[in-house]
């Protein structure tokens, strides 16, 4: 009886032990394991905004934020996936268009910017009305742009079964949600960054400029790099640079988000990393080429109680000069970074 009631016991300490060791080999198969990515600030650069506070960069998740970008799901007909307006070709902006077009033909107010070294900008759009994470949000939903809705793309994305697997790498489980698709465009777009022009070798004594760079490089220094502040070639203020409304539009800039007054007609002062190659120029596109820019603000600039007062006798350029700013700007081309494959449609 007693040897009876050992084997007994000995039954159930092999059990227990075994589903031990069966849960423990559970748990192990639960654990995430992700890839993670170091985000690397070029040399000479200021610090990023706190990007990546709630965000922690994966592999995985960037993966997830690279197929988004490029996917139709997102927009109501299908047509209309992140890339249609920021065209990696054209440095992310839309090619030869002065404003996106959205859904339904629908034209958008703006000029569509292009989405490099984001993650040094606090706020986004021409007006700064958004923060980074929610961007993509209002690019979905607003009629004239994508023209979808939140819980419509997250039920197309599971029935999806290659973003199934695809977010459970990333999260852990299968779980689609709109926080963590938000999550893995604002990864992907982070890492685009540009800083591999011809400027830029110049700057780490690989290469030097040609004459007509060298001048260009001068004037923009005296006449243009207090607002266009290196290395970003942006200060990421907002500045009334004399631009009469457009009477149709009526885009008053910042002052649609703030309702200051003083705020009126101002707009972000646009970086010009690859400016040559991202066509259309201003927020509404007005302008279809750089020397129009230029030209606007040797002659153009228009007076009014929020104009920046560093243009209030314009910016005097003679037609040398501008044309020696045009191959400054020339070396500020990167064109890697329209061309990696990193970035590229998966």
């Not at 198969?29 to 990007?51: H, M, S």
């Not at 939140?150 to 994305?157: G, H, P, R």
């Not at 020397?291 to 104009?307: I, R």
């Amino acid at each position: 009886m007693l040897r009876k009631k050992s084997h007994i016991l000995l039954i159930v300490v092999i059990s227990v032990t075994s589903s031990v060791f069966i849960l423990d080999a559970c748990k192990k198969k639960d654990v995430l394991i992700t890839t993670p990515l170091q985000f690397k600030i070029p040399a000479g650069w200021p610090q990023p905004t706190e990007y990546f506070v709630n965000n922690p960069v994966n592999e995985e998740t960037f993966q997830i934020g690279r197929k988004l970008f490029y996917e139709g799901k997102l927009s109501k007909d299908g047509n209309f996936p992140c890339a249609s307006c920021h065209q990696p070709f054209a440095s992310y902006t839309t090619f030869q268009h002065d404003r996106s077009h959205g859904y339904n033909h629908s034209h958008t107010l703006r000029n569509a910017p292009g989405l490099l070294n984001v993650a040094w900008l606090n706020e986004l759009f021409w007006d700064g009305s958004q923060d980074h994470l929610y961007v993509s949000l209002t690019h979905i939903t607003r009629p004239d742009e994508m023209a979808e809705n939140m819980d419509t793309v997250l039920q197309k994305l599971r029935n999806d079964t290659s973003y199934i697997r695809m977010f459970r790498a990333a999260f852990g489980d299968n779980k689609i949600t709109g926080l963590r698709l938000l999550k893995a465009l604002e990864q992907f777009v982070a890492f685009i960054i540009t800083d591999n022009s011809k400027y830029d070798k110049v700057m780490r004594g690989e290469t030097t400029f040609t004459p007509a760079e060298e001048n260009g490089y001068t004037i923009f220094k005296s006449k243009c790099a207090v607002c266009h502040k290196e290395p970003l070639f942006t200060d990421n203020s907002f500045r009334n640079i004399g631009l009469p409304i457009d009477p149709v539009l009526k885009d008053y800039g910042r002052m649609r988000v703030t309702g200051d007054k003083n705020d009126s007609l101002k707009f972000r002062v646009p970086g010009l990393r690859n400016v040559m190659l991202t066509s259309y120029y201003a927020h509404d596109g007005r302008f279809s080429d750089v020397g129009q820019m230029l030209l606007h603000y040797a002659g153009g600039v228009q007076h009014g109680p929020t104009l920046d007062p560093l243009l209030v006798n314009g910016i005097p350029l003679t037609a040398n000069e501008m044309s020696y700013l045009i191959s400054f700007m020339s070396a500020l081309t990167d064109a890697s970074v329209t061309t990696n494959p990193r970035f590229l449609k998966p």
